[in-house]
Nanobody
Framework: QVQVVQSGGGLVQAGGSLRLSCAAS????????VGWYRQAPGKQRELVAI???????NYADSVKDRFIISRDNVKSMVSLQMNSLKPEDTAVYYC????????????WGQGTQVTVSS
C-alpha cells in the first residue's frame, strides 16, 4: 500500500502565493495521472488541476493562469504552485497519485488547509 503525504498550505493574504506538495511513501514505477482537488466549506469537491502521463495539463477555469501543476515521476511527487491567490481559493486541498499496474488505482493525500484572507 502507498501512503501519500501532503505538505505546504496555510494562511496567506490575497495576492500571495503558496506551494503544495505531495509525495508517495514508495516509488510508483507505473505512475499514471496525478492531480489536485479542493473542497470549500459547504461545497462539493472540485477538480483543480491534472497532470497526465503524456505531460498534458488541465486546469479549472477559476485557476487558469494562476496555478501551475508539476510532476516528478522519479520521486512520485506532484506539486501545485498557487499564485495571485484569492479568498475564493480558500479550501482543503487534496492530491492524488494514480498507479496503473497491476490495476488502476488512486492514492489520496490527507488534505491540507489553504486560507486566503482579503
Amino acid at each position: 500500500q502507498v501512503q501519500v503525504v501532503q505538505s505546504g498550505g496555510g494562511l496567506v493574504q490575497a495576492g500571495g502565493s503558496l506551494r503544495l506538495s505531495c509525495a508517495a511513501s514508495r516509488s510508483i514505477p507505473s505512475i499514471g495521472d496525478v492531480g489536485w482537488y479542493r473542497q470549500a466549506p459547504g461545497k462539493q469537491r472540485e477538480l483543480v488541476a491534472i497532470a497526465r502521463t503524456d505531460s498534458r495539463t488541465n486546469y479549472a477555469d477559476s485557476v487558469k493562469d494562476r496555478f501551475i501543476i508539476s510532476r516528478d515521476n522519479v520521486k512520485s511527487m506532484v506539486s501545485l504552485q498557487m499564485n495571485s491567490l484569492k479568498p475564493e481559493d480558500t479550501a482543503v486541498y487534496y492530491c492524488y497519485l494514480e498507479e496503473r499496474i497491476p490495476f488502476l488505482r488512486a492514492y489520496w493525500g490527507q488534505g491540507t488547509q489553504v486560507t486566503v484572507s482579503s
